[in-house]
């Protein structure tokens, strides 16, 4: 007699619907390429009645948080704004269900919420490359890496988006074989399945169009120092070229300078603290690499057209 698997989708308010879609289709059609019932789900909400994804959907859900029955996996799903919907039940729930034995994974944001419950640090976790700026600051214990998804921790993690699928097909062929999981992802007409250790951004070479070595590390190296920029003349000096040399390369293929650049660069990770968080302007300028506020200020309202605090009032 075929085992069935219970997954239960708990749907956080603003989820994303991509990342929803592509984590309970593979589980359907696990079902209908093998013809036998592998899967069967349940979607869940805190209020037990629906769940509204970031386009607006409203979902319908099967039930509230009630707990769980043994060998049932929880999967959270969020998105946009986790922070204003992670609340004291939700956090409850998961706790006690972590101490009931329950498995807990978690999609898009919802690596946000497993660690506002404490369940990551020093656990490897993947997490929307949109939260990286966030979850580096707030949880500087658990080790953040930039796959699409990990599945070899206690607490399974994925990036959201399309990566939900390749989780989903990873679990399938745990579950009963590669050729099951092949077979799922020809039905989804997915040919470009990727393992979990994938980047989940696109490589700088192929973002930028540039192919230079050097140009492409000299990026690596800013964005690795984003809170104590290096100097033009320390970066080359790093990449064993010259100052001018530099300049040209980013000239040629951005046509900006290296010091606009890496400006620009800490200015959009500032904006995305201040949507973020909560932390305070100066905060915000210092892990920004800014050495005053005034100073951080003039620089975002020159860029944006706006003042950092403006932006945040507006965006509330």
């Given at each position: 007699m075929t085992q069935t698997t219970h997954y239960v989708f708990l749907l956080i308010e603003n989820f994303s619907h991509l990342a929803f879609s592509c984590a309970l289709e593979?589980?359907?059609?696990?079902?209908?390429?093998?013809?036998?019932?592998?899967?069967?789900?349940?979607?869940?909400?805190?209020?037990?009645?629906?769940?509204?994804?970031?386009?607006r959907s409203v979902t319908l859900v099967d039930r509230g948080l009630e707990p769980m029955e043994r060998g049932d996996r929880l999967f959270l799903i969020s998105g946009l704004h986790v922070q204003n919907h992670t609340t004291p039940a939700l956090l409850n729930y998961?706790?006690?269900?972590?101490?009931?034995?329950?498995?807990?994974?978690?999609?898009?944001?919802?690596?946000?919420?497993?660690?506002?419950?404490?369940?990551?640090?020093?656990?490897?976790?993947?997490?929307?490359?949109?939260?990286?700026?966030?979850?580096?600051?707030?949880?500087?214990?658990?080790?953040?890496?930039?796959?699409?998804?990990?599945?070899?921790?206690?607490?399974v993690t994925a990036s959201g988006g399309t990566a939900a699928a390749d989780l989903m097909l990873h679990l399938i062929a745990r579950d009963h074989g590669h050729d099951l999981a092949t077979a799922v992802a020809d039905q989804m007409v997915y040919n470009?399945?990727?393992?979990?250790?994938?980047?989940?951004?696109?490589?700088?070479?192929?973002?930028?169009?540039?192919?230079?070595?050097?140009?492409?590390?000299?990026?690596?190296?800013?964005?690795?120092?984003?809170?104590?920029?290096?100097?033009?003349?320390?970066?080359?000096?790093?990449?064993?070229?010259?100052?001018?040399?530099?300049?040209?390369?980013?000239?040629?293929?951005?046509?900006?300078?290296?010091?606009?650049?890496v400006v620009e660069m800490r200015l959009h990770r500032a904006r995305n603290l201040i949507v973020q968080t909560e932390q305070s302007i100066a905060q915000i300028a210092m892990a920004c690499g800014f050495n005053s506020t005034s100073h951080f200020s003039k620089v975002f309202r020159s860029h944006f057209g706006i003042s950092p605090l403006s932006h945040r009032t507006t965006l509330a």
């Open positions: 593979p589980l359907r059609i696990a079902n209908l390429v093998s013809g036998k019932p592998l899967y069967r789900w349940s979607l869940a909400s805190e209020d037990g009645k629906t769940a509204t994804c970031s386009n998961l706790r006690r269900e972590r101490s009931r034995g329950t498995p807990i994974g978690a999609i898009c944001s919802g690596a946000y919420v497993l660690a506002m419950a404490g369940f990551l640090d020093d656990v490897e976790t993947a997490i929307h490359w949109e939260f990286h700026d966030l979850f580096a600051e707030k949880f500087p214990a658990v080790r953040l890496v930039r796959n699409v998804f990990v599945a070899n921790q206690k607490f470009a399945v990727r393992e979990g250790t994938a980047a989940q951004r696109v490589s700088l070479q192929s973002r930028l169009g540039a192919r230079n070595e050097h140009l492409v590390r000299a990026i690596a190296i800013m964005e690795e120092n984003i809170e104590t920029p290096l100097a033009p003349c320390e970066i080359a000096r790093e990449l064993g070229i010259s100052t001018r040399q530099l300049e040209r390369l980013f000239g040629k293929y951005l046509n900006t300078s290296p010091k606009r650049y």
